[in-house]
């Protein structure tokens, strides 16, 4: 079970899966209003194995609330289901407490809100999943102890599923992004995130022909603040020409009418009134 709200990362692999080995693919309504739980039950099955949604989705800025997300952790494990959270847009832009969000497995990257190198990510799984998420790929590093007889300990941790030799740099610089912003402070990110998506709301609101496709309040926002177009612009040029013409890197996203901005905390209210005016100068 996925969303409707999905980057490609969440659904290209399912429709691998899907071509390889059968499985079914159902889709629930993660739009802004709809209720997660009631969603997720209108879709379960005695044949469901797995829900696999964002944590805060790319395409219409949902962030799940912390305490729906661990109702739906609960009702799931009652089933026997394992509960998958795309966290690419999660930490870094909204409050990110992996255990609290009731999840199985939680994913993130590290060049989006933490600012780190890209190619560098990272894998939470609850201990008591760990024997249950079993390799699909090991090597050297996956193994607490092995010897040339056939016997091997698996690591203790979500390390196991490191293997091989690997970016070490990049991972360095990961880890150099994640401090840096934990001395600024997360929570004081997350706070000015939330102010300038307040002055992103009212500048849109201000502007003709302008209209706001994400979730106008907390906690059900984040810095992903999403644009809706007015009839007959198109998303795609204007990205294009966002980029050529005025430097200002935004994103059209699923719905053929919404484009992404990403709010983040060292942008300017100058900037969002820039990038704001320029969207209603070349839609209108």
Same mark, same amino acid.
């Given at each position: ?40 039950? +209108? ?23 912390? +305490? ?26 909204? #409050? ?7 999840? =199985? ?32 790929? &090991? +090597? ?6 092995? =010897?040339?007889?056939?016997?091997? $300990? ?9 293997? +091989? $030799? ?10 150099? #992004? ?26 849109? =609101? #201000? @502007? ?27 998303? $795609? ?30 942008? @300017? ?10 969207? &209603?100068?070349?839609?209108?």
């Amino acid at each position: 079970m996925i969303s409707n709200m999905e980057h490609p990362a969440n659904v290209v692999p399912w429709y691998v899966l899907r071509d390889r080995f059968g499985i079914v693919i159902r889709e629930i309504d993660l739009s802004s209003g709809t209720g997660l739980i009631d969603q997720v039950r +209108g879709q379960l099955s005695d044949r469901t194995q797995m829900v696999s949604i964002s944590h805060v989705s790319r395409n219409n800025g949902r962030a799940l609330r912390t +305490g729906e997300s661990a109702e739906l952790g609960d009702l799931l494990r009652t089933r026997g289901v394992r509960y998958h959270l795309d966290g690419a847009q999660g930490p870094g832009c909204v #409050a990110t407490d992996f255990r609290a969000l009731g999840c =199985d497995c939680y994913s993130t990257c590290g060049h989006k809100w933490l600012l780190g190198p890209k190619g560098t990510g990272a894998l939470f799984v609850r201990r008591e999943r760990l024997d249950d998420v079993q390799l699909s790929w &090991a +090597g050297s590093h996956s193994h607490a102890t092995m =010897d040339y007889a056939g016997a091997y $300990t698996l690591l203790p941790s979500a390390a196991r599923y490191e293997f +091989g $030799t690997r970016a070490l740099a990049d991972f360095a610089g990961f880890a150099r #992004a994640v401090a840096w912003m934990e001395n600024i402070g997360l929570e004081k990110v997350e706070e000015r995130i939330q102010s300038l998506v307040d002055h992103a709301i009212e500048t849109v =609101d #201000a @502007t003709d022909g302008l209209g706001v496709s994400s979730p106008r309040s907390r906690p059900d926002r984040s810095g992903v603040f999403v644009v809706q177009l007015p009839e007959g612009c198109d998303a $795609t040029q204007l990205y294009n020409d966002l980029r050529e013409d005025e430097g200002i890197l935004a994103s059209p996203v699923r719905e053929e009418r919404d484009f992404r901005l990403s709010i983040h905390f060292f942008n @300017t209210r100058d900037e969002i009134d820039a990038a704001i005016a320029a969207i &209603a100068e070349r839609c209108n």
